[in-house]
Nanobody
Framework: EVQLVESGGGLVQPGGSLRLSCAAS????????MSWVRQAPGKGFEWVSD????????AYADSVKGRFTISRDNAKNTLYLQMNSLKPEDTAVYYC???????WGQGTQVTVSS
């Protein structure tokens, strides 16, 4: 059974940091390009970041470039998103997904508020 389980979300003040993790199982994680996608309250899904299967190539939405860093540990079957300098507009449910959107996690809530 394919599983993607996100963790690390929570409430943080503007300017703060969080590190999201996504534990993968049930498929060959190291062969898949991966993504983070988010959905703010009342809005559609927004792509945040991609990383290739080997971790050597990354891409970011303009809205998070320079503040977020995607990474992965294929030995641990885990995807990460380090989020710094958080803004209220980063408030959303963050999802881990394969780049082809074949598999999705359940999401983790990130709330940026003072």
């Amino acid at each position: 059974e394919v599983q993607l389980v996100e963790s690390g979300g929570g409430l943080v003040q503007p300017g703060g940091s969080l590190r999201l993790s996504c534990a993968a199982s049930g498929f060959t994680f190291g062969t898949f390009d991966m993504s983070w996608v988010r959905q703010a309250p009342g809005k559609g899904f927004e792509w945040v970041s991609d990383i290739d299967s080997g971790g050597g190539s990354t891409a970011y939405a303009d809205s998070v470039k320079g503040r977020f860093t995607i990474s992965r540990d294929n030995a641990k079957n885990t995807l990460y998103l380090q989020m710094n300098s958080l803004k209220p507009e980063d408030t959303a449910v963050y999802y881990c997904t394969t780049a082809g959107r074949d598999y999705w996690g359940q999401g983790t809530q990130v709330t940026v508020s003072s």
